[in-house]
């Protein structure tokens, strides 16, 4: 049985973001990068209930900010599903993830 729920995608440069910033908290300090995931999770969970109640920032772009952590996930969302693009550093240069959006 199908179903017609949008998708939720966390696209593999996001995935490597995530998996970049965890092994960094957790070589500062045993299980903070496990709690940096934990946060990513609640956040995404945010994103999948009510993608259109985060502010739209660049083109179709949103931006969720990861809590206690300095992390902001971008994301596009449509009426077919909602694709992660980025998961970075909120004093990274935007261009890093203005690019992954106009792919």
Known sequence: MASDAPRFIVRPAAEADIEQAALWYELRAIGLGAEFLRAVDVCFEQIR???????????????????RFPYVAYFVSTTTGTHVVACIHAKRDPRIWQRRVDR
């Open 49 to 67: 209930r009510s993608p259109e109640s985060f502010q739209q920032i660049y083109k179709s772009a949103r931006r969720a900010r990861i809590r």
